[in-house]
């Protein structure tokens, strides 16, 4: 019989304790336990996991030093996903939200099969599949899907609202050579059975707040914005809501006619496209320039009464330039949620 040996976490200032297997991550462990500390990519890309082990031993696999430079690694600060537990721990939280630990649900795998994939653009499609048990998630969130054959996995947010919890929809964006990606217009059809194991990630809608939410995007960061628009839509609370969404050109752009009937729908909702590459198309007579640029010029004109939320999900160099223009909104650090889509580690 194997012996699986475990040690003790603790989380400060929280006073949240837990167990971690050897061979497991902390934050692996964490998410078992239905503890969702801080984290994006999980795989020491990003970042978002960063916290100081106070006491104890850890080895950490491998990392990205952009995500955790030497300097910080020598003060004693770990990655938890990254992060092997020798002995019990004592881990102080950088980053904590009440919000997020109130909210966790524990991760599981679930088994889906796959019901459709739809062509929004030349390099956008939608996925959708069905699973028998409910998968209960909070609008924004991800899960890692496995393709068949069980070797290719990668993370999806989801574009449907948590209200539907037997089908779940993911917008994706196509990469040449693209491990997954490449599937959806190849090796894939309905019937094919994937795995489904989540719910993760912190950008999520958070709820019964007053001021204005924006949401900034581009690509297939579509995705989680979709669903947190959707499940706003379907709450009582009637916030504004600006939706900024960045493409090249309206070649790129989608779900058009569903955002028209939402702006006639929504107490007070605007989507606001912007082409970054449209100065030869006369016939656009929407926003141009880049995401952060169009977002920057409309905080400046518009007075938005009330404290921001503000939700971003897309490709890390684009959220690197909207994070900046938020803080000098006065957007306060705590009310902004973003996801960075890391490429996966190969
Ligand atoms: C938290 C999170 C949520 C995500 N949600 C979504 C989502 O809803 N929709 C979605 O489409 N994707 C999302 N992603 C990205 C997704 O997980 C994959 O990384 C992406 O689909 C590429 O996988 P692939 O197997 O097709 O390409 P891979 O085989 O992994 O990569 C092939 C090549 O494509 C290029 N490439 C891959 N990813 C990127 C990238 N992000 N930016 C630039 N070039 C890249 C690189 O050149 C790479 O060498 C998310 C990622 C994270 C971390
Ligand atoms: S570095 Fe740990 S979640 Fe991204």
Known sequence: MTVITTHKVRFEPVGIEMEVEEGETVLDAAFRQGISVMHGCKEGQCSSCKSLLLDGDVEMLKYSTFALPDYERDTGHI???????YSDLTVELLNYDEDLLR????????????????TLTH?????????????????????DLTLPGGEITRAFSMANPPS??????????KYPQGAFSSALDANLSPGDRLIAKGP????????????????????????????????QAQSAETRPVRFFYGARTQADLFNLDEFAKL?????????????????DDA????????????????????????????????????????LPVLQMAGVEPDHIYFDKFTPAVR
């Open 164 to 173: 539907e919890q037997h089908r779940l929809a993911f917008i994706i964006k």
């Open 79 to 85: 990655l938890l996903c990254r992060s092997h537990a």
């Open 123 to 143: 390099d956008i499609r939608m996925l959708e599949i069905e699973i028998e048990q409910p998968l209960k998630f909070w609008a924004g969130q991800y899960v």
């Open 103 to 118: 909210r966790s649900i524990a991760v599981q795998s679930f088994d889906a099969t796959l019901a459709k994939i739809t």
């Open 263 to 279: 702006t006639a729908e929504m107490p007070d909702f605007q989507f606001i496209p912007a082409l970054s590459h449209a100065d």
């Open 200 to 231: 993760y990630g912190t950008c999520f809608r958070r709820e019964g707040r007053p001021g204005p939410i924006l949401l900034i995007g581009g690509g297939s960061g579509m995705s989680p914005l979709r669903s947190i628009l959707l499940d």
């Open 283 to 322: 016939s656009w007579t929407g926003e141009r320039g880049f995401i952060h640029e169009v977002l920057a010029k409309y905080l400046r004109a518009e007075a938005l009464a009330g404290e921001i939320d503000a939700y971003s999900c897309g490709p890390p160099p684009m959220i690197d330039a909207i």
